[in-house]
């Protein structure tokens, strides 16, 4: 029994002592073989890691301070006005960012950011533990450095894989090693991301709060480190909700930061997301003409990320004016009862709205969303240069891109009428020459039919009437179609075609007596380009321009717009005489109600209206001695606005805005009587020079009193033109032999044929007693006044004085004295 339990032990021993060896010698073999796989796996790591190290290292660390800076467009009062950008950004230094956005920031994005070196070991296990806790990826671990590296390169933000992540770790220790602290945020502030459009801190803090970044509060702060994470998903203007709850979320980990008090963190959580509204679009058309211009200058990505400061010719006051003019104006044209087409409101309601026929009929939803509403464009330039001063190419650049001051071409109507008198006048014609206003046959035109008579659609009112033989001033000034017609006739429609293109008209004229009425179909800029030559004295800029110059980051000029060559198109005594008849047309014509009705302030206006036939197009050119603005209505395809839509009703309100708003920047002068121009009086009724017996006897205020008023006007002729028509309608036999009707201008028909020759000599008149002898029996030359033994019945009658005569304007008042006591002589 000893033996066998000897036995058994000694086997145990045995056994145990097997064990232990086998169990050395696996522990020894797992200890070689995880050496082993330790020591190939750190082998693997490195011979992975060190190819990305040395890739980090080729990486140029110059491009952090290099941003893409968006080139800025400037009014020419310095008032930014728009960009030329890839991303819209402005720098700006950190020293000027508040204390607590960089608090908020931190305790979002990297709550270690002064401790680490780049990479936050600490943050990686932390988000490692999360992520396998959710068992999905909840929380990332990039630093700021590392943000900055992915933003400064975007090769490492093509593809994010495991390969990019360690090439970012690798840079941002590089970063850290190159850089301060400060210098990474300012880089990174500069940099970021905030959706809307917005780069940078200062950007994301304009474009969302109205304000610099210096001025952020604590929870505007914490409103933009709060989109960082996602700034397209949660843009505040597209997901408030989404941006409320980032914010929330930011002032939470500012509060477990201890940067935050309770009592703040409860205030701070009440306050909505307040946003400023956003600037839109109100200068597209003149952003997209400046960086087509730019573009071709300096080329594209220059002009987007070159930081150039591009100068124009605009002053952002008129242009704003012009815009708001044009969008309320139309709005009230589209309220009227005679209205019957889509409105700009129901275009836009429309176009947020989902089709249905979208999936099905893509063409009908393509039309639809061209705007068919009611358009307008706006261009006010400088007489001199040349310079675009206020540009409106349509109502909203976001539904159509047409630029209508440029690229539209429409009848002028009624406003080509200047140039129909300007040709006149050009051909021995002046304002006074007499025309006949009766109806015409509108065979000769051919506009809107070829039967019974032509329109007068021109006078801007419904009501038509016809003064018979007027002048010509009368004619332009009240915008006769059928006088104007005859005029133009009579010169011939091929020299007012030709006056039209030296005014700057390009664009081809019918080939037909209609284009006398603005038939022709022309572009505002053209037209307001035209009617620059009544205030320049006959000439035109040859161009327009909308830059002034470029200025590069470095403060360098490398583009200054030459000076404007000008053009002559007529004479200065022809440009005069039209300039007077627009000053006229403003006052009492087609356009009095500028300053009656629409508060027009500039008393050296002068303009025309335009209105083509049915109502299709509407126009108004006026200016002043420096500046020309047009104003254009219509639609993109022509179709009657409503019956009765007048120019002076819809065009001519905007263009007195837009005149009133600029008169502080241009103040104009009076435009001055060129050198071969001479005034003189004219008698209303005849139409000839006026004498002092012109005077009409009309009735008074009062009933049964009697005025007499002096018939005449001023008038401009030319000084070499030798006019002596005298007025024989009012004359005297004395003032009929002292001014014999002489031919010497032209008028609407040929006056009759002289009696005297035509080489005329001053009549001779007896200045000495006509009756030979030394008395005078029959009182030939003064009557001897005898004194009369009054009756001796009744009242004895005396002399007394007579009532003055009352006379209207203080220039042709004549004082009547009562007659002085009668001397009777003493008789022997």
């Given at each position: 029994m000893l033996f066998k339990r000897g036995t058994s032990d000694g086997i145990r021993l045995f056994n145990l002592s097997i064990h232990c060896i086998v169990l050395k010698r696996s522990i020894k073999f797992l200890f070689a073989a995880s050496c082993i796989l330790g020591l190939a796996a750190l082998i693997t790591l490195v011979l992975f890691l060190k190819p990305r190290r040395e890739l980090s290292e080729e990486f140029n660390l110059n491009a952090i301070g290099k941003l893409e800076i968006p080139s800025r467009i400037y009014d020419r009062h310095g008032v930014e006005i728009g960009q030329i950008k890839i991303e819209d950004r402005r720098p700006i230094e950190l020293k000027e960012i508040p204390y607590h956005f960089i608090q908020a920031l931190t305790a979002v994005e990297d709550s270690r950011f002064f401790q680490h070196q780049g990479i936050d070991y600490v943050g990686i296990l932390r988000a490692a533990i999360l992520n396998i806790k959710a068992k999905r990826v909840t929380q990332g671990a990039s630093t700021i450095t590392q943000q900055l590296a992915k933003q400064c390169y975007p090769e490492l933000r093509k593809n994010r894989n495991l390969e990019t992540k360690v090439i970012e770790a690798f840079l941002a220790q590089r970063i850290e090693r190159n850089f301060t602290k400060p210098e990474i945020l300012e880089h990174y502030l500069n940099r970021i991301f905030f959706g809307g459009g917005y780069f940078g801190i200062e950007s994301a803090a304009r474009g969302y709060f109205g304000k610099s970044a210096s001025q952020l509060d604590v929870v505007e702060s914490a409103t933009l480190c709060g989109l960082i994470k996602s700034p397209s998903r949660l843009s505040p203007r597209k997901n408030p909700i989404g941006a409320r709850k980032a914010r929330n979320h930011v002032l939470q980990r500012m509060h477990t930061e201890g940067m935050v008090s309770n009592s703040q963190l409860t205030l701070y959580l009440k306050e909505p997301v307040t946003l400023t509204n956003p600037k839109g679009q109100q200068n597209s058309y003149v952003q997209e003409m400046t960086r087509l211009q730019v573009i071709d200058q300096i080329g594209f990505e220059s002009a987007g990320g070159g930081g150039f400061r591009i100068y124009t010719t605009i002053d952002n006051t008129a242009q704003q004016t012009a815009r708001q003019s044009l969008l309320r104006n139309l709005s009230e044209v589209e309220k009227h009862q005679g209205y019957q087409h889509p409105t700009y409101s129901q275009y836009r309601e429309n176009k947020t709205l989902p089709d249905p026929l979208e999936k099905n009929d893509q063409s009908t939803v393509k039309a639809k969303r061209v705007p068919d509403y009611l358009q307008g464009a706006v261009l006010m330039i400088e007489n001199k240069t040349g310079a675009i001063i206020a540009m409106l190419g349509g109502r909203n650049f976001g539904d159509s891109q047409l630029n209508r001051t440029f690229q539209s071409q429409r009848p002028a109507g009624t406003a080509?009428?200047?140039?129909?008198?300007?040709?006149?006048?050009?051909?021995?014609?002046?304002?006074?020459?007499?025309?006949?206003?009766?109806?015409?046959?509108?065979?000769?035109?051919?506009?809107?039919?070829?039967?019974?008579?032509?329109?007068?659609?021109?006078?801007?009112?419904?009501?038509?009437?016809?003064?018979?033989?007027?002048?010509?001033?009368?004619?332009?000034?009240?915008?006769?179609?059928?006088?104007?017609?005859?005029?133009?006739?009579?010169?011939?429609?091929?020299?007012?075609?030709?006056?039209?293109?030296?005014?700057?008209?390009?664009?081809?004229?019918?080939?037909?007596?209609?284009?006398?009425?603005?038939?022709?179909?022309?572009?505002?800029?053209?037209?307001?380009?035209?009617?620059?030559?009544?205030?320049?004295?006959?000439?035109?800029?040859?161009?327009?321009?909308?830059?002034?110059?470029?200025?590069?980051?470095?403060?360098?000029?490398?583009?200054?717009?030459?000076?404007?060559?000008?053009?002559?198109?007529?004479?200065?005594?022809?440009?005069?005489?039209?300039?007077?008849?627009?000053?006229?047309?403003?006052?009492?014509?087609?356009?009095?109600?500028?300053?009656?009705?629409?508060?027009?302030?500039?008393?050296?206006?002068?303009?025309?209206?335009?209105?083509?036939?049915?109502?299709?197009?509407?126009?108004?050119?006026?200016?002043?001695?420096?500046?020309?603005?047009?104003?254009?209505?219509?639609?993109?395809?022509?179709?009657?606005?409503?019956?009765?839509?007048?120019?002076?009703?819809?065009?001519?309100?905007?263009?007195?805005?837009?005149?009133?708003?600029?008169?502080?920047?241009?103040?104009?002068?009076?435009?001055?009587?060129?050198?071969?121009?001479?005034?003189?009086?004219?008698?209303?009724?005849?139409?000839?020079?006026?004498?002092?017996?012109?005077?009409?006897?009309?009735?008074?205020?009062?009933?049964?009193?009697?005025?007499?008023?002096?018939?005449?006007?001023?008038?401009?002729?030319?000084?070499?033109?030798?006019?002596?028509?005298?007025?024989?309608?009012?004359?005297?036999?004395?003032?009929?032999?002292?001014?014999?009707?002489?031919?010497?201008?032209?008028?609407?028909?040929?006056?009759?044929?002289?009696?005297?020759?035509?080489?005329?000599?001053?009549?001779?008149?007896?200045?000495?007693?006509?009756?030979?002898?030394?008395?005078?029996?029959?009182?030939?030359?003064?009557?001897?006044?005898?004194?009369?033994?009054?009756?001796?019945?009744?009242?004895?009658?005396?002399?007394?004085?007579?009532?003055?005569?009352?006379?209207?304007?203080?220039?042709?008042?004549?004082?009547?004295?009562?007659?002085?006591?009668?001397?009777?002589?003493?008789?022997?």
């Open positions: 080509f009428k200047p140039f129909v008198y300007a040709t006149a006048y050009s051909e021995g014609y002046f304002p006074g020459s007499i025309i006949k206003d009766t109806p015409i046959d509108n065979r000769s035109v051919a506009i809107g039919g070829i039967t019974g008579i032509l329109g007068e659609w021109g006078g801007e009112s419904e009501v038509v009437n016809y003064l018979g033989d007027i002048p010509a001033r009368e004619a332009l000034v009240h915008s006769k179609n059928a006088a104007t017609v005859r005029i133009g006739k009579k010169i011939g429609r091929k020299k007012v075609s030709a006056v039209a293109r030296k005014a700057g008209i390009r664009s081809p004229m019918d080939e037909y007596d209609k284009t006398l009425l603005g038939s022709s179909a022309v572009s505002l800029k053209e037209l307001c380009m035209a009617f620059t030559i009544f205030p320049n004295a006959g000439s035109r800029p040859d161009t327009l321009h909308i830059i002034s110059s470029i200025v590069d980051a470095s403060g360098s000029t490398i583009f200054s717009e030459p000076s404007t060559k000008l053009s002559n198109a007529i004479d200065p005594v022809t440009a005069y005489q039209v300039n007077s008849c627009l000053q006229d047309a403003l006052e009492r014509g087609t356009a009095k109600e500028s300053y009656s009705k629409y508060g027009l302030r500039d008393k050296n206006a002068a303009g025309k209206t335009g209105t083509t036939h049915n109502f299709t197009d509407l126009w108004f050119i006026g200016y002043n001695s420096e500046v020309t603005c047009g104003v254009w209505t219509g639609f993109d395809y022509p179709k009657t606005i409503y019956r009765g839509a007048f120019s002076n009703a819809i065009a001519l309100p905007v263009w007195v805005d837009v005149m009133n708003a600029s008169s502080e920047a241009f103040p104009s002068k009076r435009i001055p009587v060129p050198d071969g121009c001479q005034t003189v009086e004219i008698c209303i009724k005849s139409g000839h020079l006026a004498t002092d017996s012109c005077y009409e006897e009309l009735p008074g205020k009062e009933q049964g009193a009697r005025k007499i008023q002096r018939c005449t006007y001023k008038e401009f002729i030319r000084k070499k033109n030798d006019f002596r028509h005298y007025c024989r309608f009012h004359s005297t036999d004395r003032e009929r032999i002292e001014h014999p009707l002489i031919t010497g201008f032209p008028t609407s028909k040929p006056p009759p044929r002289p009696l005297l020759a035509a080489q005329s000599s001053r009549a001779i008149l007896m200045t000495s007693p006509t009756v030979v002898g030394t008395s005078d029996p029959y009182s030939s030359q003064q009557p001897v006044l005898r004194a009369q033994v009054a009756g001796q019945e009744g009242e004895i009658r005396r002399a007394t004085a007579v009532n003055q005569v009352t006379l209207d304007g203080a220039e042709t008042q004549i004082p009547i004295p009562a007659p002085k006591p009668i001397e009777i002589p003493a008789v022997d």
